[in-house]
């Protein structure tokens, strides 16, 4: 990759149309789109390109970025390596169902910064600012207004409007790195990704740095945002932040640390002291962030006070001229609290996903013997969906079983353990087994251990999430399987994904395992998942 900055893009950028209508037209004949959609086509024999979860046309992706909602249809935007400029630029998308996905020119372009790093998007009445991270210069802000947000002009006569290094050579008590923005009042604020000492460590732990301005030129900044933070980890660092309301009165900060991956914090904003005061801590990821790992976040308001988030996703095997891809745009919201008073998320897929079924295999009342393997007949597939509803009675553990080779050369396992999880003793007094029990998560695990026999596929310990289950409430899964991604939804209120690649083309079979005592599965249903996109 170049280290010149201060050039033009080697991409061809083109001046569109402002309406719908007349858009629509140019880009039917746009050299670009042309070439952009040729591309796609050339990855349809990939047997680990997934077809609906959404993958970039040509060349490599990272960070999702401003995602948002304008006239009509949903934006994702994403940082891009053309292949003739592998510096980063805003790739872009649109959606009207948050599942169906339309490829679109480059909408930004890096120039006088290096690269156009990550960034958030802040719809207002009559346009959309994006303000993201130009590096080597600072945080840069672009505006459109057009139909479907194909023209961008940068502000401050293409400068940064918050520096990378101060005027005079004085050492900045910030950083300078990927902001989001909101509007309070009269005024925009910003966060700014990154990090301050932890002094007893001499490492760093997770910051964002809060900056505050009338006409998006000139910005000052206030003061580290981030109050009552004891949950995230000691080199952790707050990049790609979005800060959003959520809930009747509540806000969330989404972020990535480059250690962790995917995190959220959840509190109150108190908007006399601009400070954003911590109750509770969510993690997309449970593990590190590579390999096969979520990766960092782009989130936009939804509907009923919630929020709509998606990742992208980091490989653990390189592909023939991609590697990185997007998660499931994904439904955040506030379901209440647990009965040891702790904050809980609902998440669950967002948009209109069931629009992608196909073929459907039911299967209602089995019981599940303990500790024998069994076979789900007629159900297989590598883009599939999964929905079961299994009473798991007194099972130590039961065992969902994915891309099954025949002889078991290659699976990935789904387990869940039933009240296994931490337990909060503080809540309690005694050393009753029964209250120790309830007051205990259970958990859920993703285990890719024997997911593929290729030696360049690089191992990844188990994922393992804790998820609250109230008493007498059934295992709800929700596993989606496309290719080399798995992602499972459980109850509603956690989510793991991580990245697969099997290597046996009969790697395809579902099985099932209720060790120790039998469970029962209440009902399955299968299906088939289409494409993403239009032919």
């Known amino acids: 990759m170049s280290k010149s900055s201060n050039r033009e893009s080697l991409v061809p950028k083109y001046k569109f149309p402002e309406l719908y209508t007349d858009q629509i037209v140019s880009l039917q004949k746009n050299p670009?789109?042309?070439?952009l959609k040729n591309s796609r086509k050339s990855y349809?024999?990939?047997?680990?390109?997934?077809?609906?979860?959404?993958?970039?046309?040509?060349?490599?992706?990272?960070?999702?970025?401003?995602?948002?909602?304008?006239?009509?249809?949903?934006?994702?935007?994403?940082?891009?390596?053309?292949?003739?400029?592998?510096?980063?630029?805003?790739?872009?998308?649109?959606?009207?169902?948050?599942?169906?996905?339309?490829?679109?020119?480059?909408?930004?372009?890096?120039?006088?910064?290096?690269?156009?790093?990550?960034?958030?998007?802040?719809?207002?009445?009559?346009?959309?600012?994006?303000?993201?991270?130009?590096?080597?210069?600072?945080?840069?802000?672009?505006?459109?207004?057009?139909?479907?947000?194909?023209?961008?002009?940068?502000?401050?006569?293409?400068?940064?409007?918050?520096?990378?290094?101060?005027?005079?050579?004085?050492?900045?008590?910030?950083?300078?790195?990927?902001?989001?923005?909101?509007?309070?009042?009269?005024?925009?604020?910003?966060?700014?990704?990154?990090?301050?000492?932890?002094?007893?460590?001499?490492?760093?732990?997770?910051?964002?740095?809060?900056?505050?301005?009338?006409?998006?030129?000139?910005?000052?900044?206030?003061?580290?945002?981030?109050?009552?933070?004891?949950?995230?980890?000691?080199?952790?660092?707050?990049?790609?932040?979005?800060?959003?309301?959520?809930?009747?009165?509540?806000?969330?900060?989404?972020?990535?640390?480059?250690?962790?991956?995917?995190?959220?914090?959840?509190?109150?904003?108190?908007?006399?002291?601009?400070?954003?005061?911590?109750?509770?801590?969510?993690?997309?990821?449970?593990?590190?962030?590579?390999p096969g790992g979520v990766h960092a976040p782009s989130s936009s308001p939804y509907q009923n006070n919630k929020n709509v988030v998606?990742?992208?996703?980091?490989?653990?095997?390189?592909?023939?001229?991609?590697?990185?891809?997007?998660?499931?745009?994904?439904?955040?919201?506030?379901?209440?609290?647990?009965?040891?008073?702790?904050?809980?998320?609902?998440?669950?897929?967002?948009?209109?996903?069931?629009?992608?079924?196909?073929?459907?295999?039911?299967?209602?009342s089995l019981e599940i013997i303990p500790n024998q393997e069994v076979l789900l007949e007629n159900i297989s597939g590598n883009s599939i969906e999964i929905n079961m509803e299994v009473n798991v009675d007194k099972s130590p553990m039961f065992e969902l079983r994915i891309l099954r080779s025949e002889n078991s050369e290659e699976f990935t396992k789904i387990s869940f353990y039933k009240n296994r999880g931490f337990r909060d003793w503080e809540k309690y007094d005694g050393w009753e087994v029964n209250k120790r029990l309830n007051a205990s998560d259970s958990i859920v695990s993703i285990d890719t251990s024997y997911s593929s026999s290729d030696p360049n596929v690089l191992s990844r310990p188990p994922e393992s999430a804790p998820v609250y289950i109230k008493e007498n409430e059934n295992l709800f899964l929700r596993v989606f399987i496309d290719k080399s991604v798995v992602e499972v939804f459980v109850n509603e209120r956690q989510c793991l994904a991580t990245r697969i690649y099997p290597s046996k083309k009969d790697s395809l079979g579902v099985s099932v395992l209720s060790q120790g005592a039998k469970s029962e599965i209440i009902s399955l249903d299968a299906y088939d998942m289409d494409s993403i996109y239009d032919d």
Request: charged share 25%; with cysteine.
């Open 32 to 35: 670009l789109m042309k070439r």
């Open 44 to 290: 349809d024999n990939d047997p680990h390109r997934p077809i609906y979860h959404y993958v970039n046309p040509e060349n490599t992706l990272n960070d999702p970025n401003g995602l948002c909602f304008w006239k009509g249809f949903w934006h994702l935007f994403y940082q891009a390596y053309p292949p003739e400029d592998p510096r980063q630029h805003w790739g872009h998308a649109i959606s009207k169902d948050l599942v169906h996905w339309e490829d679109l020119p480059y909408a930004i372009y890096p120039n006088p910064e290096e690269a156009c790093f990550s960034g958030a998007t802040l719809v207002e009445e009559d346009r959309v600012i994006a303000m993201y991270h130009g590096t080597k210069v600072g945080n840069m802000i672009a505006i459109s207004n057009d139909d479907l947000l194909l023209n961008w002009d940068k502000i401050n006569s293409q400068k940064p409007v918050i520096k990378i290094n101060s005027d005079d050579g004085t050492v900045l008590p910030y950083r300078v790195f990927d902001p989001c923005i909101w509007k309070k009042g009269d005024f925009y604020y910003s966060l700014s990704g990154g990090t301050l000492p932890h002094i007893p460590t001499g490492r760093r732990k997770r910051s964002n740095f809060l900056f505050k301005s009338k006409d998006l030129i000139k910005w000052d900044y206030l003061h580290p945002f981030v109050e009552g933070d004891n949950f995230t980890k000691i080199g952790d660092d707050g990049a790609c932040p979005y800060f959003w309301p959520i809930g009747e009165d509540r806000y969330i900060l989404y972020f990535f640390s480059h250690m962790s991956g995917g995190q959220a914090l959840l509190g109150d904003y108190d908007k006399q002291r601009d400070k954003f005061i911590v109750t509770s801590h969510h993690e997309f990821n449970f593990g590190a962030a590579h």
């Open 310 to 364: 998606i990742f992208n996703m980091n490989n653990s095997k390189d592909t023939r001229g991609w590697n990185q891809i997007m998660t499931l745009p994904r439904e955040i919201g506030i379901e209440g609290k647990d009965k040891i008073n702790r904050d809980i998320l609902s998440i669950k897929p967002a948009g209109n996903i069931e629009s992608l079924r196909s073929k459907h295999v039911s299967i209602k």
